[in-house]
């Protein structure tokens, strides 16, 4: 098809997934939001199919990528992307190059415990994805009112003035706030990245983020790092595994 359209044939294929993943062997390990995918031979699939190289990288790691080559983190050699979509993840952008850690699992910031109490995730109460995600934001939410309602509503609610919703984003927007202290002492990026729910909502994280940042972090960390939303909006998705097609190309 694609020769029949003189369409230019791709040079790779980027695979973009939620984890647990194995980047190396190519296979998705059974990630929670995908039942039945268990260890999934997903690249060798789409090379056979394309004939084709194919990669597998996780969802933040693709994200930061694609900040990285085409939205808020281009220029820069250190960034973070933080997903704080469903759950929480980090994407390490470190000294110029995407940083997996030794076993691949660099990033796993989500469960962080950030608090004695809260809602439990990660087999414990209080970690950070408890706080500040999409699946947080809805469990904080129905322990205060004993209701049920997605992120996005409990966000428009807190925009409209609900006390209640305003109360849980407020819980949200602080933990954010202590964890992005946490990796900007520890990794000292230039920019931090977050996409989802606060790309959507950066006016109500904002300013309590930005005054926990400035209580907890040291000055010469948080002097040179700015915290911004993800530039490629509701492309970064595409764009994400157009990213890892692209590095993996270039290498």
Same mark, same amino acid.
């Given at each position: 098809l694609l020769d029949s359209q003189h369409v230019f044939r791709p040079l790779a294929i980027g695979i973009s997934c939620g984890g647990p993943l194995d980047s190396d062997k190519g296979l998705i390990q059974s990630p929670p939001n995908l039942p039945g995918w268990d260890n999934i031979p997903i690249v060798e699939y789409f090379s056979k199919r394309f004939s084709i190289p194919a990669y597998l990288e996780n969802d933040a790691n693709a994200c930061a990528l694609a900040e990285w080559y085409w939205g808020n983190g281009k220029g820069f050699d250190s960034i973070v992307f933080l997903t704080f979509g469903t759950g929480l993840g980090a994407g390490l952008i470190l000294d110029g190059k995407l940083y997996r850690g030794a076993s691949g699992l660099s990033g796993e910031v989500g469960h962080w415990r950030m608090a004695s109490e809260g809602p439990y995730c990660y087999h414990k109460h209080g970690s950070w994805e408890s706080f500040s995600s999409g699946s947080g934001i809805s469990a904080l939410y129905y322990q205060k009112t004993q209701k049920h309602a997605s992120a +996005?509503? =409990?966000c428009d609610l807190a925009q409209a003035g609900d006390s209640e919703a305003l109360s849980v984003i407020e819980q949200s927007a602080r933990m954010l706030g202590l964890g992005l202290s @946490? #990796?900007?002492? #520890? @990794? +000292?990026?230039q920019r931090i990245i977050i996409g989802s729910i606060f790309s959507r909502s950066e006016s109500l994280y904002r300013p309590l983020m930005t005054k926990v940042l400035e209580s /907890?972090? @040291? /000055?010469?960390? @948080?002097?040179?790092?700015? =915290? =911004?939303p993800s530039l490629l909006g509701e492309q970064l998705g595409d764009m994400a595994a157009l990213g890892i097609a692209r590095m993996n190309s270039s290498t």
């Open positions: +996005n509503h =409990v @946490l #990796l900007i002492d #520890l @990794l +000292n990026p /907890e972090c @040291l /000055e010469g960390t @948080l002097g040179i790092c700015k =915290v =911004v």
